[in-house]
């Protein structure tokens, strides 16, 4: 047996370095589960099996098994009906390897965590934030067989809801990973170091992202990409006047796929307005790296979603837009922080 340290060794470096490993793998995470999700690959696995699910098909029968499986399922026998075994082993992929990364996430943070704990390697107050942050990981889990059962009973397609909060959990992961990645790497510089305070412009800008990524998950989930494939105009309109509102308010805002895809366009201006505002103070504070990354984010991304509207939702640029959601995110938060240690951005 390994004897536990009598006191206290703690090693904020490391912690950093390991968060930041581990956000990588949700950013991987995140694009897999934009692939999963345009190629419908996401009813394929049609059982929660957390451990023996780690174990993919390796016979034919094995296939034939999952195959039949999945045959019982509303997708296939609405929608896929024709789908051969080869098919199917295609869109099996995508979701074998979303849940894998899932298991990979999940071991490559418990394990480091509780080797840290042991060693008495994390310093005071990061204790609950990072058993926190384990929590939310397990939740989330949770949160993405609830959405696939969704799927699973009556209608061929997982609920939209659902699908968002599952997205908007894994933008919180990641997010919440790099900020007490951060903070991590100032203690390591600086002994007696406090975490930074998110400022309030800051605040304001993430509320406004999440809001964003909350229409861009119903986009997802509601094919409402697919609506319109013109732009700055839908077809021949600013707004589409024989859009069918049959929701009522507020669900239209929820339940409308160009309801949907409308806001989603020019949402995305008013956060891209209110991140180069944070941007530019970061320029004011000479943040000029940190400040730049944040600006080419926000034009990438802009750039990347007209771009996914006039492919008709090509998945390889549909891909790299829910991909650069996630490195603006990345950029706002890095941002914010510097911000945020400074004390400016208020």
Request: glycine share 10%; hydrophobic share 55%; aromatic share 12%.
């Given at each position: 047996?390994?004897?536990?340290?009598?006191?206290?060794?703690?090693?904020?470096?490391?912690?950093?370095?390991?968060?930041?490993?581990?956000?990588?793998?949700?950013?991987?995470?995140?694009?897999?589960?934009?692939?999963?999700?345009?190629?419908?690959?996401?009813?394929?696995?049609?059982?929660?099996?957390?451990?023996?699910?780690?174990?993919?098909?390796?016979?034919?029968?094995?296939?034939?098994?999952?195959?039949?499986?999945?045959?019982?399922?509303?997708?296939?026998q609405?929608?896929?009906?024709?789908?051969?075994?080869?098919?199917?082993?295609?869109?099996?992929?995508?979701e074998?390897?979303?849940?894998l990364?899932?298991?990979?996430?999940?071991?490559?943070?418990?394990?480091?965590?509780?080797?840290f704990?042991?060693?008495?390697?994390?310093?005071?107050?990061?204790?609950?934030?990072?058993?926190?942050?384990?929590?939310?990981?397990?939740?989330?889990?949770?949160?993405?067989?609830?959405?696939?059962?969704?799927?699973?009973v009556?209608?061929?397609?997982v609920?939209?809801i659902?699908?968002?909060?599952?997205?908007?959990?894994?933008?919180?992961?990641?997010?919440?990973?790099i900020?007490v990645?951060l903070?991590?790497?100032?203690?390591?510089?600086?002994?007696?170091?406090?975490?930074?305070?998110?400022?309030?412009?800051?605040?304001?800008?993430?509320?406004?992202?999440?809001?964003?990524?909350?229409?861009?998950?119903?986009?997802?989930?509601?094919?409402?990409?697919?609506?319109?494939?013109?732009?700055?105009?839908?077809?021949?309109?600013?707004?589409?006047?024989?859009?069918?509102?049959?929701?009522?308010?507020?669900?239209?805002?929820?339940?409308?796929?160009?309801?949907?895809?409308?806001?989603?366009?020019?949402?995305a201006?008013?956060?891209?307005?209110?991140?180069?505002?944070?941007?530019?103070?970061?320029?004011?504070q000479?943040?000029?790296?940190?400040?730049?990354?944040?600006?080419?984010?926000?034009?990438?991304?802009?750039?990347?979603?007209?771009?996914?509207i006039?492919?008709?939702?090509?998945?390889?640029?549909?891909?790299?837009?829910?991909?650069?959601?996630?490195?603006?995110?990345?950029?706002?938060?890095?941002?914010?922080?510097?911000?945020?240690?400074?004390?400016?951005?208020?």
């Open positions: 047996m390994f004897a536990r340290p009598a006191e206290p060794s703690p090693r904020p470096a490391a912690l950093a370095n390991w968060l930041t490993f581990v956000a990588v793998l949700v950013f991987l995470m995140i694009v897999v589960g934009g692939i999963t999700r345009l190629t419908e690959s996401g009813l394929s696995m049609v059982r929660w099996e957390p451990i023996s699910g780690a174990i993919p098909p390796w016979s034919e029968a094995d296939w034939q098994a999952e195959f039949d499986h999945y045959r019982q399922t509303p997708q296939y609405l929608t896929n009906s024709g789908m051969t075994l080869s098919d199917f082993k295609t869109i099996f992929f995508w074998y390897v979303h849940r990364l899932g298991r990979l996430i999940g071991l490559a943070f418990a394990f480091p965590l509780l080797w704990w042991w060693n008495r390697s994390i310093p005071s107050g990061y204790g609950l934030k990072l058993t926190g942050l384990l929590a939310l990981g397990g939740l989330q889990g949770a949160i993405g067989w609830w959405m696939v059962a969704s799927g699973l009556d209608v061929p397609e609920s939209h659902r699908l968002a909060v599952h997205l908007l959990t894994a933008f919180l992961i990641f997010g919440a990973l900020w990645a903070d991590l790497g100032i203690l390591a510089d600086e002994r007696e170091a406090r975490p930074a305070r998110m400022p309030l412009l800051a605040i304001w800008a993430l509320c406004l992202t999440f809001l964003q990524f909350l229409f861009g998950a119903y986009v997802a989930g509601l094919d409402a990409g697919y609506a319109f494939n013109t732009w700055p105009l839908m077809g021949d309109e600013f707004f589409p006047s024989a859009t069918p509102i049959d929701e009522g308010f507020p669900r239209m805002f929820a339940d409308n796929p160009i309801v949907v895809q409308f806001v989603h366009r020019w949402l201006f008013v956060v891209a307005g209110v991140a180069v505002w944070l941007g530019v103070r970061g320029l004011r000479k943040l000029g790296l940190d400040a730049w990354l944040l600006l080419g984010a926000v034009a990438a991304q802009i750039l990347l979603g007209i771009l996914t006039l492919s008709g939702v090509q998945i390889d640029i549909a891909v790299a837009h829910q991909g650069m959601a996630a490195l603006l995110l990345a950029a706002m938060v890095n941002l914010s922080h510097r911000l945020g240690r400074a004390g400016h951005g208020g």
